[in-house]
């Protein structure tokens, strides 16, 4: 059982900046491939970004050159800086870590409103 925490969302104006956290349990944490995904209200959860455990990324493309994933497995813990935002990145966003099956974590709220 791989247990997920995020942390880190909140209220932050159009064009400001969030780091949100997530921490993932187990010893095999350098294999698990790790998503960021979002789901604002009335829409589908969505991709924002991922890395694997050789640390290729990839980005929804609403978010490349504006959010970056990355991960420390010191502190078995990957993380998504946001900068640039808008209103439309607002959603509850949902950390994912994949080993053997899919672990999600309880999301946290992400508004971006002036």
């Known amino acids: 059982q791989v247990r997920v925490t995020e942390s880190g969302g909140g209220l932050v104006q159009p064009g400001g900046s969030l780091r949100l956290s997530c921490a993932a349990s187990g010893s095999f944490f350098r294999f698990y491939a790790l998503g960021w995904y979002r789901q604002a209200p009335g829409k589908q959860r969505e991709l924002v970004a991922r890395?694997?455990?050789?640390?290729?990324?990839n980005y929804a493309d609403s978010v490349k050159g504006r959010f970056t994933i990355s991960r420390d497995n010191a502190k078995n813990t990957v993380y998504l800086q946001m900068n640039s935002l808008k209103p439309e990145d607002t959603a509850v966003y949902y950390c994912?870590?994949?080993?053997?099956?899919?672990?999600w974590g309880q999301g946290t709220q992400v508004t971006v409103s002036s």
């Open positions: 994912m870590a994949t080993w053997t099956k899919d672990y």
């Open positions: 890395i694997q455990g050789d640390g290729s990324t």
